[in-house]
């Protein structure tokens, strides 16, 4: 008798995460707590995750020690340039607006993490961060997509 394998399985939530000021932040458990009954029916597969936002950005990173997210908040405060010495022109939305899509950019708005037995197959000391690139804490919305068997 032949094997039978199972079809594919896709879910998707969107995910509304609280507003959080400005630096890098992590929200694994956040997300986890929302996409935990889905996940749960996954043996293997791909989690995506994608923020719907242009100021504001996720990325994977260290889950301990908060020092790490400060520290690249710094860094890139540093290497982006804000206030009225910027050279940005666009700056309809403040000061702060354009320096954020840039930081936007280099983390980026989507993250990819294996699914693994139900769960998401991060390593050790990794999170996942929403990093928050304006002055003004705004509710940031994510869509998670599971796929897999």
Known sequence: MAATV???KWAQKTITLPPHSRGCHLVTSQIL???????S??????????????SASLTI??????????DTETFLNKIVPEGR????KHTLEGPDDMPAHIKSSMFGC???IPITDGQLNMGTWQGIWLCEHRDAPTARKVVVTLNGI
Do not use: M
């Open 6 to 8: 199972p079809g594919p």
């Open 33 to 39: 707590k929302e996409i935990r009954s889905d996940l």
């Open 41 to 54: 029916e996954f043996k293997c597969g791909l989690a995506h995750l994608f923020l719907q936002h242009t």
């Open 61 to 70: 990173n260290e889950n301990y020690d908060s020092d790490v997210r400060v």
């Open 85 to 88: 010495s910027a050279p940005w």
């Open 110 to 112: 989507a993250l990819t």
